[in-house]
T-cell receptor, first 117, second 114 residues
């Protein structure tokens, strides 16, 4: 079964410093990986995805993620954190049934990012 | 704005009652997904519909049911409610079932069961 894991419940970083939110995956075949952000009392907003191609994926709000096949990781990064980046971040993988995709996403438990001024 | 609309935004009800949550997908999207978000369970997939037909089923309780109508909107029915059903329920949509694209989420319906 497809799965993702986010090993950190919370990440704290000072404003202006680089941030990394970790995600590892377990899939059969090639993974389709996603990052979403959730602000308090809001829905999930899509940040970026990896389907194929370049291992470094650029997304919204200055975020990027690096796909590493050998380490089965898809860490979310940003060179300079903002206080407004403070939110709950979810890594997700698209589910598969047999050789096809069902369409649904399987989410990690989420990582709370706290950026302090 | 994702283009996915969910109503109601908030709902407070009592144990044993029944509620209906409604979702209108993005214009043109054929797939609708329902997720439950609770503090202890995280984001759990409940069920997916594609163009009116059930496509995938997750950890959806027998007390819960859903359907997608010809105009593509979807409803999630929750009955015999228990305290543990209190959660945020999200609807998401996408263009084609089984494609590689992202899901677009609504703002959610927060259900409180007292």
């Amino acid at each position: 079964a497809q799965s993702v894991a986010q090993p950190e419940d919370q990440v704290n970083v000072a404003e202006g410093n680089p941030l990394t939110v970790k995600c590892t995956y377990s899939v059969s075949g090639n993974p389709y990986l996603f990052w979403y952000v959730q602000y308090p009392n809001r829905g999930l907003q899509f940040l970026l995805k990896y389907i194929t191609g370049d291992n470094l994926v650029k997304g919204s709000y200055g975020f990027e993620a690096e796909f590493n096949k050998s380490q089965t990781s898809f860490h979310l990064k940003k060179p300079s954190a903002l206080v407004s980046d403070s939110a709950l971040y979810f890594c997700a993988v698209r589910d598969k049934v047999g050789s096809g995709n069902t369409g649904k996403l399987i989410f990690g438990q989420g990582t709370t990012l706290q950026v302090k001024p | 704005d994702s283009g996915v609309t969910q109503t109601p935004k908030h709902l407070i009800t009592a144990t044993g009652q029944r509620v209906t949550l409604r979702c209108s997908p993005r214009s043109g999207d054929l797939s609708v997904y329902w997720y439950q978000q609770s503090l202890d369970q995280g984001l759990q997939f409940l069920i997916q519909y594609y163009n009116g037909e059930e496509r995938a089923k997750g950890n959806i309780l027998e007390r819960f049911s859903a359907q997608q109508f010809p105009d593509l909107h979807s409803e999630l029915n929750l009955s015999s409610l228990e305290l543990g059903d209190s959660a945020l329920y999200f609807c998401a949509s996408s263009g084609i079932a089984g494609n590689t694209g992202e899901l677009f989420f609504g703002e959610g319906s927060r259900l409180t069961v007292l």
